[in-house]
């Protein structure tokens, strides 16, 4: 398994964002894929979760509204839009799934917030 993000960088606050993580090794379509985050200083959090048809969803409270979460089961790849990005948003972004009673994480994307 692996699970690979992309799509980080700086974005002034307003502005909007979008991350990707493309998924190999294992049947994609078949499971649910999240976002978390991590801020400084900060525990990781749950930001999304999207099921493996993609017909349910699931958001943070402090992303509701502001965030979409979809992904491609042709591709393999599951995308977070950031919309109305806040400097609170500032974290590096993480692809998370669970399989075969395993959690499988990818290496992270840092979003940055600022002026």
């Known amino acids: 398994v692996q699970l690979v993000e992309s799509g980080g960088g700086l974005v002034q606050p307003g502005g909007s964002l979008s991350v990707s993580c493309a998924a190999t090794?294992?049947?994609?379509?078949?499971?649910?894929m999240s976002w978390y985050r991590q801020a400084p200083g900060k525990e990781r959090e749950l930001v999304a979760t999207i099921a493996s048809a993609g017909d349910f969803t699931y958001y943070a409270d402090s992303v509701k509204g502001r965030f979409t979460i979809s992904r491609d089961n042709a591709k393999n790849t599951v995308y977070l839009q950031m919309n109305s990005l806040k400097p609170e948003d500032t974290a590096v972004y993480y692809c998370?799934?669970?399989?075969?009673?395993?959690?499988?994480w990818g290496k992270g994307t840092l979003v940055t917030v600022s002026p």
């Open positions: 090794g294992f049947a994609f379509s078949a499971y649910a």
């Open positions: 998370y799934t669970y399989r075969g009673s395993m959690d499988y």
